[in-house]
């Protein structure tokens, strides 16, 4: 009998995406197929404490209230993990063959535990820390973007000291630049947290030190009348696309709520475009991809300007949602890759780059 590989599906973290995470994770753990892997919950607390559950049908937050406590180790050549658990502290715990990171935000998305797990010498699912850091900084991914030539919609980025000392000054330098309406967004942060649409001056400052809460750098971007599509990439060295979907928001753009608090957005899937609007978004979906150097997946998110019918290339996700709602398996779903299947090929791409990466040398000798 083929052995089953042992899966750590790791989840919560210490960023405002806490919730969205469990949810993400609990829809991965139920997908896995049992006969082809040992799946183990590793839940990280709000305050950064690792948990590791048994892998039996239950809440997650149980994972993070009884599981065993854990310390991840950055050791290539010893344990993975130690028991911090009373009297059995310090003794190893059981290794796993690969990690599916399902950690959104900060801590999490931003090539925080991508670096741990490159230490530690662990497989793992999607983007590397090169991709992560890139695909979370806004301000980052817009300059790789428009450096490769992508389409990208006009934008400043604030440093929130710069906020605090010089609220007039750089109030005139965004009027002056992009005009009303804009869109306030924290530069390091996914699910649509700290982001307002800004429709004149009254509303600026409160949208400003909003998203300057939950960053340093807030991203102000011109605002569109656009329609929100968005495309799944799947893949390493030679990723493939999606058909492309489009986003319905219930209130005036995607926030937070309509995400995932309120029903009443629509996914229309594949979205309604011309063949010639599909082929681009697949092609600057696949471009957007390698401009950020990602691996495993990823959800390209576009603006499509109705006035003018250009598409601009607004962000990439580097580790999208996995709820059963989510536009990232819908997506493929409708492109003939079922959700268990999906997750089969992140976990073979997570092998196949942590085999590639195994050829690389660390050591010089003349």
């Known amino acids: ?34 006969a082809k892997y040992d799946v183990a919950p590793i839940g990280i607390s709000r305050e950064g404490r690792w948990h590791m559950g048994s892998g039996r049908p239950g809440p997650l937050t149980d994972v993070l209230k009884k599981g065993q406590a854990i310390i991840p180790s950055s050791d290539p050549s010893g344990p ?48 590397g820390v090169l991709g992560s850091a890139a695909g979370m900084d806004k301000d980052v991914m817009k300059r790789l973007f428009r450096d490769a030539g992508l389409p990208v919609v006009e934008w400043l980025t604030v440093l929130r000291g710069e906020w605090k000392q010089s609220p007039a000054r750089l109030r005139r330098r965004i009027e002056a630049r992009l005009g009303y309406p804009l869109f306030i967004k924290p530069a390091n942060l996914g699910s649509s947290v700290g982001i307002s649409k800004v429709h004149d001056r009254r509303e600026l400052a409160a949208a400003i030190d909003l998203a300057a809460g939950y960053d340093r750098k807030v991203i102000v971007e011109k605002g569109l009348d656009a329609r929100e599509i968005e495309c799944s ?8 696309a999606s058909v492309p979907g489009e986003v319905v928001p219930l209130n005036e753009f995607y926030d937070y709520e309509s995400k995932y608090l309120k029903e009443g957005s629509e996914l229309h899937i594949p979205a309604s475009l011309t063949r010639a609007e599909a082929r681009s978004a697949r092609d600057l979906a696949l471009r957007a991809f390698r401009a950020v150097d990602c691996a495993g997946m990823a959800r390209v998110d576009f603006l499509l300007d109705r006035p003018s019918g250009a598409l601009y290339v607004n962000e990439v996700n580097t580790l999208p949602g996995f709820t059963p709602i989510s536009m990232y398996p819908k997506l493929w779903e409708a492109s003939g890759l079922p959700y268990p299947r999906l997750l089969d090929r992140l976990i073979e791409l997570a092998l196949e780059r942590h085999r590639e990466k195994a050829q690389t040398r660390y050591d010089y000798r003349s």
Not at 82 to 88: E, L, M, P
Not at 97 to 122: C, M, N, R, S, W
Request: net charge positive; proline share 2%.
């Open 1 to 34: 009998m083929k052995k089953r590989i042992r899966v750590g599906v790791l989840f919560g973290g210490r960023s405002g995406e806490h919730e969205v995470s469990l949810t993400s994770a609990a829809s991965v753990i139920r997908a896995l197929d049992r």
């Open 233 to 240: 990439v799947l893949g390493n060295d030679s990723p493939e």
């Open 80 to 127: 993975q993990f130690y028991s911090r658990d009373g009297q059995g502290a310090g003794k190893r715990v059981r290794a796993v063959d690969v990690i599916f990171p399902v950690l959104h935000g900060t801590f999490g998305e931003d090539g925080t535990i991508q670096g741990l797990l490159e230490l530690a010498g662990i497989a793992y699912v999607g983007a």
